[in-house]
């Protein structure tokens, strides 16, 4: 195994793997810590929706709110922290919905996704504030407002498109 780039979220490795049929390829493998995927959900059922911009797809994009782990952190733990530093408010709850791999055939990113509700102001000695490379903007939404902008190409991101299902 050979790491041909390690960055500050992720790495990349190339190795060779024996398949399943016996035989043998090179693999490159981007190798990413869990994430936290948080629908903040307002006491009036509304979901709390992103605005951030994406460097890869050099746009805005509306997406709930999500992070990776830091390391030794519980996922419970991340899921309150990415809701209080992306939308500004702490969640009094939290309930995880289940976990899922987005992309397994090249990264082993798993994606844990979180209910998160009775969402209220953080304390005014918090920690969390957005990241510094993070200029987000939060707004609310009904899930059926939601789902539409999904359908309407609005919302392009698959862990949101994806989240808006648990709901």
Request: hydrophobic fraction near 40%.
């Amino acid at each position: 195994m050979s790491v041909v780039y390690k960055g500050r979220v992720f790495s990349v490795e190339v190795d060779r793997r024996r398949f399943p049929d016996g035989r043998e390829h090179e693999v490159a493998i981007v190798r990413h810590p869990p994430a936290v995927v948080i629908i903040p959900i307002e006491d009036d059922g509304r979901i709390v929706l992103i605005r951030q911009y994406r460097a890869a797809l050099d746009r805005e994009l509306w997406e709930v709110p999500a992070g990776s782990l830091d390391p030794g952190e519980s996922a419970d733990a991340a899921a309150r922290r990415e809701c209080e530093e992306e939308i500004g408010r702490a969640p009094g709850r939290v309930e995880r919905l289940g976990a899922w791999y987005p992309t397994p055939g090249y990264c082993d990113e798993e994606m844990i996704f979180f209910r998160a509700s009775t969402l209220r102001v953080p304390a005014p000695d918090s920690p969390y504030k957005p990241d510094e490379d993070e200029n987000i903007q939060a707004q609310t939404f009904t899930v059926a407002d939601a789902r539409a902008m999904v359908t309407r190409g609005d919302i392009i991101d698959l862990k949101t498109a994806f989240a808006l299902t648990l709901i």
